[in-house]
């Protein structure tokens, strides 16, 4: 296992700082010295580094293996002979280390490199690959536990540096799907140069999790099947609930891997050299996490997303970046006579302007408060204000110069826009869409970002159902593309019954205000138009010849003008395959066997039914992160009732369970095509009932079959290989829908079916013998 692990280290730090060299080279051609003698130089001098580097990191790690290799052993020796009275806790110990550190390290990435938020499910199917490779090792005869804490360090300052030393392009993604995000392909160059640094982290992150999985599946050796499985479904609630602590008391990210720290230093206390390297690289990660990266902001982790708050150097006022990307100026119009703002300014007042009866008004994505001030200084009564960044509403409270959140004629709300206005019984003259453009993901699940399900026709008419008979409901937002305003245009003017919207061009660049009226009769004046220096665009988007589809609940990809497969995302696709094989050859050279195919299914068919539950249970009771750590933690409730369903009524045979599976699918897959339940308690009800039923039986026909094969980490590793398959096949949804991912479970779990049925000697052994699958030896791969 030390040449494997030295072959991988080797390709981590060769890449590492070839990565740090071509971003440098980079920088210097940008200063206009591209191919000039000091340039060519400069990169021949830097590759040199590299190699020495990597030869030099090389020497270390042979001079290093004995002491690694018996570290392992040690750290073996230690987990076997741990004193049965604590197994119990240690395997819900060390299950809540990992679900805790992969949440941790799925939340870190995004926020230190925010592209990696595009990247739908990276970093969640590497922890995978990570994990499921550490249950098929579980068995081995060494752990390499002692290297977990080194590699954090590693990947800490790698990206640290690559983000802030060297300035990675965030705006750049190789994604043309979704470019009205506001960013670009970029060049051949900048697009390898993601892949790679996508391809470094992958191996660090993979590395990192394969001894927590080792150590989990070891532990779980120590006890029956299903009592051992209980109990990791147990420490995975725990490492949930850990995480919505730490999002609820918006901590840091060294106060989460902290106690990542402190859970695996505990597993080396009874081996001091070990104990000793632990520490040493817990005070490299400490140091690195708490370095100050931007000494003039602030830097903020709300349970959404980083925000670092800082100054405009145009306004003096507060600066809001999001997860990397700009969000928000606070801007100060309450002198009227100043003219230095005053094309913003109009901007902001123009909703307002446009239906001036203003007894009661909701904004949604209120954000820091510039376009409740503007409520205020229009004369609006009452202004429902919503936000669903706790952090940010704060920020505008503290620091907006015209106190709008402070204002008697305002309730604030921290809310999901589209919960508030199903559950509100309020009617109001205007509801206005601010900026809504938040980069963050709804979970490690899902790449639904969290405003999908705010620009849906679904949710556009129930916006509207909350508008008075001549209520007025103004969207406003940044236009990236012409297919993007027709897409709105489109959406707006299902949810109105077919009328058209007004369209409007801000003097801002490319925002513009789209305008409905449940008042058939209702238009903008032109005068107000021509006065505020704007212009109508409603005949441009009215084009037909501007193809675009319309977003609904079912296919909530916002940011995807057309309907189109995402052809692109099949590279990324290749690249998880390509580097998980590599990882796996590495470490896995025996034949497969097939007896745990089933489990690869069923890993598959899991993860896409609790996407479907995610997003549909953040669509019915909003998509705020409580109710997705709630569901989450759910999931995993019914998977533990399912394992105990089983030992309590002492069922041996998957059949019944299969059928009524097949049963809770077809039913969900039914019930989404006539489109869901009433937003109703009731509906709502109903709707947790269709979407916790199959994760039950899923659960029961799981240990089911746990309970009547080999070992229970070998099965958990296949397991977790079929649900990085299942995280591969949700990309799927970007063309078919969310419906969709119903039919590719029901066809996995009927795989899994087939799977268990009796074959012919014969076809066993030539399936086996045609396989070229590497996996290890009670492990398919």
């Given at each position: 296992?030390?040449q ?26 940008r ?10 130089a400069?990169?021949l001098?830097l590759i ?5 580097g ?8 042979k001079k ?16 076997d ?6 197994a119990?806790?240690?395997?819900l110990?060390?299950?809540a ?6 949440l941790?390290?799925?939340r870190w990435?995004?926020s230190?490199l925010?592209f ?12 995978f690959?990570g ?10 005869d ?7 804490l ?6 800490f300052s790698f990206?640290?540096?690559v983000?802030?030393g060297l ?10 799907e979704q ?6 392909v970029?060049?051949l ?12 982290v ?17 532990l ?5 099947k ?5 109990l ?5 609630l725990?490492?949930?609930v850990?995480?919505?602590v730490?999002?609820?008391?918006w901590t840091?990210p ?5 106690l ?15 104990m ?8 490299v ?11 003039l902001?602030?830097?903020?982790y709300s349970?959404?997303q ?6 405009g150097?145009?306004t003096g ?7 990397g990307?700009f969000?928000?100026?606070i801007y100060?119009?309450?002198d ?14 123009f ?5 001036p ?7 949604v994505?209120?954000g ?5 001030a503007?409520?205020?200084r229009s004369g609006?009564e ?6 669903i960044?706790?952090?940010i509403?704060?920020?505008?409270r503290v620091?907006?110069?015209e106190k709008?959140y ?5 309730h604030?709300?921290?809310?999901d ?5 199903r559950?509100?019984?309020?009617t ?5 869409y601010g900026?809504?453009?938040?980069h963050?993901l709804?979970s ?31 969207l406003?937002f940044?236009?990236?593309s ?28 490319t ?5 409905e ?19 109508d ?8 010849s501007?193809?675009?589809d319309v ?20 590279i ?6 390509a ?20 489990f ?13 539950g ?6 019915a009771?909003?998509n705020?992160?409580q ?8 999931i ?8 105990c369903a089983?030992?309590w009524?002492?069922?041996?045979r998957p ?8 049963a809770?699918?077809?039913v969900?897959w039914?019930?989404?095509r ?21 994760l039950?039986f ?17 099965m958990i590793a296949m397991?977790?290989l ?7 096949l ?5 063309y078919?829908?969310?419906r969709f991912?119903y039919?590719?479970?029901?066809g996995?779990y009927l ?22 699958t ?6 398919s791969?």
């Amino acid at each position: 296992m030390a040449q494997s692990l030295i072959r991988l280290m080797l390709i981590i730090v060769f890449g590492s700082f070839i990565t740090i060299a071509l971003r440098s080279l980079a920088i210097i051609a940008r200063s206009g010295k591209a191919w000039s003698g000091s340039f060519v130089a400069t990169g021949l001098l830097l590759i040199c580094l590299a190699a020495i580097g990597t030869w030099a990191f090389y020497y270390a790690l042979k001079k290093l293996a004995p002491f690694i290799d018996a570290s392992a052993q040690a750290q073996a020796r230690f987990l076997d002979t741990l004193n049965a009275n604590y197994a119990d806790g240690a395997i819900l110990f060390s299950a809540a280390l990992s679900l805790f550190l992969e949440l941790c390290i799925i939340r870190w990435q995004s926020s230190v490199l925010p592209f990696f938020a595009f990247y739908k499910n990276f970093s969640l199917l590497t922890c995978f690959v990570g994990l499921g490779l550490g249950y098929a090792l579980a068995a081995r005869d060494r752990i390499p536990l002692v290297i977990v804490l080194p590699l954090l360090a590693w990947q800490f300052s790698f990206m640290t540096i690559v983000r802030y030393g060297l300035g990675i392009d965030l705006k750049t993604i190789p994604f043309r799907e979704q470019l009205t995000m506001g960013m670009s392909v970029g060049s051949l160059s900048q697009i390898l140069l993601l892949y790679g640094l996508l391809a470094i982290v992958f191996l660090i992150t993979a590395l990192t999790f394969m001894p927590i999985g080792q150590l989990c599946g070891r532990l779980m050796e120590r006890r029956t099947k299903l009592r051992a499985y209980g109990l990791n479904l147990l420490g995975s609630l725990l490492g949930v609930v850990l995480m919505l602590v730490a999002s609820f008391l918006w901590t840091p990210p060294l106060a989460w891997f902290a106690l990542c720290f402190l859970a695996i230093l505990l597993f080396t206390l009874k081996t001091p050299p070990l104990m000793i390297v632990g520490l040493s690289f817990t005070v490299v990660c400490t140091i690195v996490l708490a370095w100050p990266v931007n000494v003039l902001s602030n830097r903020v982790y709300s349970p959404y997303q980083l925000l670092e708050i800082g100054r405009g150097e145009d306004t003096g006022l507060t600066l809001i970046n999001a997860a990397g990307n700009f969000y928000q100026k606070i801007y100060d119009f309450s002198d009227v006579r100043s003219t230095r703002w005053s094309k913003i300014r109009d901007y902001y007042d123009f909703p307002y302007k446009a239906h001036p009866t203003l007894t009661n008004i909701a904004i949604v994505g209120a954000g820091t408060g510039n376009d409740v001030a503007a409520a205020l200084r229009s004369g609006a009564e009452h202004v429902e204000a919503i936000e669903i960044d706790p952090a940010i509403q704060l920020t505008g409270r503290v620091s907006h110069p015209e106190k709008p959140y402070s204002d008697a004629r305002v309730h604030s709300v921290v809310n999901d826009a589209r919960s508030f206005l199903r559950n509100t019984e309020q009617t109001f003259d205007l509801v206005v869409y601010g900026m809504l453009d938040s980069h963050t993901l709804l979970s490690q699940g899902s790449s639904v970002r969290l405003d999908s399900f705010v620009y849906t026709v679904e949710g556009l008419r129930e916006a509207r159902e909350r508008l008075k008979p001549d209520g007025v409901l103004s969207l406003s937002f940044s236009v990236l593309s012409d297919a993007l305003g027709r897409k709105i245009y489109l959406m707006l003017q299902q949810a109105f019954d077919g009328r058209p919207p007004n369209c409007v061009e801000a003097n801002t660049g490319t925002s513009i205000i789209f305008l409905e009226s449940n008042d058939e009769k209702w238009a903008i004046p032109p005068q107000l138009v021509e006065d505020a220096g704007f212009t109508d665009k409603t005949a441009f988007y009215a084009d037909p010849s501007l193809h675009a589809d319309v977003s609904t609940d079912d296919w909530p990809f916002f940011y995807m003008p057309q309907r189109i497969y995402p052809v692109s995302y099949l590279i990324m696709v290749f690249l998880l395959l390509a580097l998980s094989l590599l990882v796996g050859v590495n470490f896995l050279p025996e034949r497969p066997k097939v007896s745990h195919v089933s489990f690869f299914f069923l890993g598959a068919g899991f993860m896409l039914i609790e996407t479907k539950g995610i997003t549909e249970m953040g669509l019915a009771f909003g998509n705020t992160w409580q109710v997705i750590g709630i569901v989450i933690a759910g999931i995993l409730t019914m998977a533990f009732l399912g394992n105990c369903a089983v030992q309590w009524l002492d069922i041996r045979r998957p059949v019944i369970p299969y059928l009524f599976l097949f049963a809770a699918l077809s039913v969900g897959w039914y019930v989404a095509r006539a489109g869901g339940f009433a937003s109703t308690p009731l509906g709502r009800l109903e709707t947790s009932i269709v979407l916790t039923l199959p994760l039950l039986f899923s659960g029961i026909v799981f240990s089911t079959l746990l309970s009547s094969k080999g070992q229970v980490s070998g099965m958990i590793a296949m397991n977790l290989l079929g649900a990085i398959c299942g995280g591969l096949l949700e990309y799927n949804s970007m063309y078919f829908g969310f419906r969709f991912l119903y039919l590719i479970a029901i066809g996995c779990y009927l795989l899994a079916f087939v799977s268990e049925l009796p074959f012919p000697k014969k076809a066993t052994d030539d399936l086996l013998a045609a396989s070229s699958t590497i996996g290890p030896e009670n492990v398919s791969f």
